[in-house]
T-cell receptor, first 115, second 114 residues
Framework: AQSVAQPEDQVNVAEGNPLTVKCTYSVSGNPYLFWYVQYPNRGLQFLLK??????LVKGSYGFEAEFNKSQTSFHLKKPSALVSDSALYFC?????????????FGTGTQLKVEL | KAGVTQTPRYLIKTRGQQVTLSCSPI?????VSWYQQTPGQGLQFLFE???????NKGNFPGRFSGRQFSNSRSEMNVSTLELGDSALYLC?????????????FGPGTRLTVT
């Protein structure tokens, strides 16, 4: 079985400050990890992924994430937050064992960036 | 390339009725997955189709079914609707290029069951 935990329901940060949205996972086999963002009344938008290779992956809109195998974490980061980053963020995992694209999502973290 | 499209965007049905939702994947994507999003349960995987075959299935009752056509378009059907089926239903397509495992989501169909 695979699972994802996003321990914070909401993260508040001031514009211009760095932001971190936390994610830990559990999966058998090697993990494929993803971050998605959802704006109100919209579908999910892909931000970045970790499949293999460098532990620091860069994605869209200046976001990056750090894969830490020993801590089974994949935290989303951005050096300087924008008000427009305010949205709901989801971490997701799938295993590299077995076929198929089943993603298991975390419960989501609401990011609020204030002026 | 055009993104994933879903129709209809909004739907209101009555308990006991059935509903069919449609999804057109990104051109060239052969994998289509369906997810249900509710405030209480979050995002839950329903099923995945690849080359017209169901490849994965989540923990949903048999009232939820799907299919995929030869052009990769997919439909999902929910029979005997219950109030708890009210949700945003999201379709996602994925390329079959090795290493490209990300899924691209459509805008969703908002189903309200009254």
């Amino acid at each position: 079985a695979q699972s994802v935990a996003q321990p914070e329901d909401q993260v508040n940060v001031a514009e211009g400050n760095p932001l971190t949205v936390k994610c830990t996972y559990s999966v058998s086999g090697n993990p494929y990890l993803f971050w998605y963002v959802q704006y109100p009344n919209r579908g999910l938008q892909f931000l970045l992924k970790y499949i293999t290779g460098d532990n620091l992956v860069k994605g869209s809109y200046g976001f990056e994430a750090e894969f830490n195998k020993s801590q089974t974490s994949f935290h989303l980061k951005k050096p300087s937050a924008l008000v427009s980053d305010s949205a709901l963020y989801f971490c997701a995992v799938r295993s590299d064992t077995g076929g198929g694209n089943k993603l298991t999502f975390g419960t989501g973290t609401q990011l609020k960036v204030e002026l | 390339k055009a993104g994933v499209t879903q129709t209809p965007r909004y739907l209101i049905k009555t308990r006991g009725q059935q509903v069919t939702l449609s999804c057109s994947p990104i051109s060239g994507h052969r994998s289509v997955s369906w997810y249900q999003q509710t405030p209480g349960q979050g995002l839950q995987f329903l099923f995945e189709y690849f080359s017209e075959t169901q490849r994965n299935k989540g923990n949903f009752p048999g009232r939820f079914s799907g299919r995929q056509f030869s052009n990769s378009r997919s439909e999902m059907n929910v029979s005997t609707l219950e109030l708890g089926d009210s949700a945003l239903y999201l379709c996602a397509s994925s390329p079959t290029v090795p290493g490209s495992y990300e899924q691209y989501f459509g805008p969703g169909t908002r189903l309200t069951v009254t």
